[in-house]
């Protein structure tokens, strides 16, 4: 089965930038996409960016990020990574990656998750 480990949250002050990273492992990487959402107490979870695990110049970020976030990927350590620059205190929120056969920016689509890291900004 497809096994999601995220890691690489914490505290920053707006203005700062974090890496996140995900551990993926049991999946095709043939098939599938990686996609990063984000989710706050009370709110649904929110697309934030997703690519092809082989493609990754067709990279897709929601209008809340584009500019300040890119999403990467390590073949060789078989993690995908989400890079953070300019944090706003609107993107406080604990942050998931995940995977699916197939692109979507509804998170009610994706089939697999990993337990989530919290990314914290405040001043």
């Known amino acids: 089965q497809v096994q999601l480990v995220e890691s690489g949250g914490g505290l920053v002050q707006p203005g700062g930038s974090l890496r996140l990273s995900c551990a993926v492992s049991?999946?095709?990487?043939?098939?599938?996409?990686m996609g990063w959402f984000r989710q706050t107490p009370g709110k649904e979870r929110e697309f934030v960016s997703a690519?092809?695990?082989?493609?990754?110049?067709?990279?897709v970020y929601a209008d809340s990020v584009n500019g300040r976030f890119v999403m990467t990927r390590d073949f060789v350590k078989s993690e995908v990574y989400l890079h953070m620059d300019n944090l706003l205190v609107e993107d406080m929120a604990v942050y998931f990656c995940?995977?699916?056969?197939?692109?979507?920016?509804?998170?009610?689509?994706?089939?697999?998750w990993g337990q989530g890291t919290q990314v914290t900004v405040s001043s």
């Open positions: 995940g995977v699916d056969q197939t692109f979507s920016n509804s998170s009610s689509t994706w089939h697999y």
């Open positions: 049991g999946r095709p990487l043939s098939k599938y996409y």
């Open positions: 690519f092809p695990w082989t493609g990754i110049t067709s990279t």
